[in-house]
């Protein structure tokens, strides 16, 4: 089957750094993509890797290590409206996204 | 300018009952996508549309589910006979093409059943 595994919550403090883990198991692998969802919101696009390494915008950076089905997403100088829930979702072969579950972010002052 | 839009916001029905929920998306997408999204959980992949072809209905978890988008453009998610089980957001996306990675979302429609 396919799925995606990701931590159902992380806590953080206001300016630190966190990572968020995701991996993967999909029939086909188009890329990873991360999207933020704040509460009763709509998810928003953040960033998307198909080859290996190290993808940064901003305060967001999204890593992809193909060859162990993994990637992650970094946020820097955590602010308070950073507090989210973060999806990983891998494009498969019939061009659909497969969700995770998603990480819900929890950051205290 | 303007974003994906779906009406309506909120809908609450009586089991049985017949539903349609609208989505428009951004203007020039050619790709539009239907997810269902439950508490706690990601967005579940419902039905993807190229033009007005449904290139993937896959996701659609049996025969009451059906969709539309006969100009390419707006599209209508029905669901006959609806059960308590459909109580959900459900939420549209469009990209340029079902090639791109980015999709663009929609605020979504909360649909309930009683």
């Known amino acids: 089957g396919q799925s995606l595994e990701q931590p159902s919550e992380v806590t953080a403090v206001e300016g630190a750094i966190v990572q968020i883990n995701c991996t993967y198991q999909t029939s086909g692998f188009y890329g990873l993509s991360w999207y933020q969802q704040h509460d009763g919101g709509a998810p928003t696009f953040l960033s998307y890797n198909a080859l290996d390494g190290l993808e940064e915008t901003g305060r967001f950076s999204s890593f992809l290590s193909r060859s162990d089905s993994y990637g992650y997403l970094l946020l820097q100088e955590l602010q308070m409206k950073d507090s989210a829930s973060y999806f990983c979702?891998?494009?498969?072969?019939?061009?659909?996204?497969?969700w995770g579950a998603g990480t819900k972010l929890i950051i205290k002052p | 300018g303007a974003g994906v839009s779906q009406t309506p916001s909120n809908k609450v029905t009586e089991k049985g009952k017949y539903v349609e929920l609208r989505c428009d998306p951004i203007s020039g997408h050619t790709a539009l996508y239907w997810y269902r999204q439950s508490l706690g959980q990601g967005p579940e992949f419902l039905i993807y549309?190229?033009?007005?072809?449904?290139?993937?209905d896959s996701g659609l978890p049996n025969d009451r589910f059906f969709a539309v988008r006969p100009e390419g453009s707006v599209s209508t998610l029905k669901i006959q006979r609806t059960e308590r089980g459909d109580s959900a957001v459900y939420l549209c996306?469009?990209?340029?093409?079902?090639?791109?990675?980015?999709?663009?979302f929609g605020p979504g429609t909360r649909l309930t059943v009683t």
């Open positions: 996306a469009s990209s340029l093409s079902a090639g791109d990675y980015e999709q663009y």
């Open positions: 549309f190229q033009g007005t072809g449904a290139a993937d």
């Open positions: 979702a891998v494009k498969d072969s019939n061009y659909q996204l497969i």
